[in-house]
């Protein structure tokens, strides 16, 4: 069946270091991507999306490009700030049922 | 414009009892998802709402149901708690059915079965 998988975590990374959270999918047909971000005590909110191949999402200095090839969204930024300490749900959802699934999530930990 | 708001923010319940959880969408949403999220499954799909209609079920037993009124506001039940139902419960709302749309999720309830 559908599904997604990122990377354990958490991972913990210094303020201004470069940031990868890896996300792989499997999927029929050709899903749409997403990054949700959860603050602790928040709801997730959507963090970029990606609908076709080759297609780059990004906000708030954060990317990932949708790479049929490798199965793959990969989430990356530059430069890391302490308020982006938060859990990063990779998710999919392909057009046949429209449902939307989600990775376990990765938890980040950012130090000043 | 206020977000997605569910209730009650907490609950503690005992195994064999039921629960039932409130959420009201965003105003003028039309579509509202549930999902249980756990440390060891992440978020897991239980069903969507559009219209007062149920559009996808995920795959949990007949114990977790849902409605939808035409406000759109939403509730789910589960009877017959089970220790392993204790989770957050999210549900998010969208204008549409969720398609492409970004989906706004609320804060949770927070659930407990002893």
């Known amino acids: 069946g559908d599904s997604v998988t990122q990377m354990e975590g958490p991972v913990t990374l210094s303020e201004e270091a470069f940031l990868t959270i890896n996300c792989t999918y499997t999927?029929?047909?050709?899903?749409?991507l997403f990054w949700y971000v959860q603050y602790p005590g928040e709801g997730l909110q959507l963090l970029l999306k990606?609908?076709?191949?080759?297609d780059k999402g990004s906000n708030k200095g954060f990317e990932a490009t949708y790479r049929k090839e490798t199965t793959s969204f990969h989430l990356e930024k530059g430069s890391v700030q302490v308020s982006d300490s938060a859990v990063y749900f990779c998710?999919?959802?392909?057009?046949?049922?429209?449902?939307?699934?989600f990775g376990k999530g990765t938890r980040l930990h950012i130090l000043p | 414009k206020a977000g997605v708001t569910q209730t009650p923010r907490y609950l503690i319940k005992t195994r064999g009892q039921q629960v039932t959880l409130s959420c009201s969408p965003i105003?003028?949403?039309?579509?509202v998802s549930w999902y249980q999220q756990t440390p060891g499954q992440g978020l897991q799909f239980l069903f969507e709402?559009?219209?007062?209609?149920?559009?996808n079920k995920g795959n949990f037993p007949g114990r977790f149901s849902g409605r939808q009124f035409s406000n759109s506001r939403s509730e789910m039940n589960v009877s017959t708690l089970e220790l392993g139902d204790s989770a957050l419960y999210l549900c998010?709302?969208?204008?549409?059915?969720?398609?492409?749309?970004?989906?706004?999720f609320g804060s949770g309830t927070q659930l407990s079965v002893l």
């Open positions: 998010a709302s969208s204008l549409q059915a969720a398609t492409n749309e970004k989906l706004f």
């Open positions: 999927a029929t047909g050709y899903p749409s």
């Open positions: 990606a609908t076709k191949a080759d």
């Open positions: 998710a999919l959802r392909v057009s046949r049922d429209d449902k939307i699934i």
């Open positions: 105003s003028g949403h039309r579509s």
């Open positions: 709402y559009f219209s007062e209609t149920q559009r």
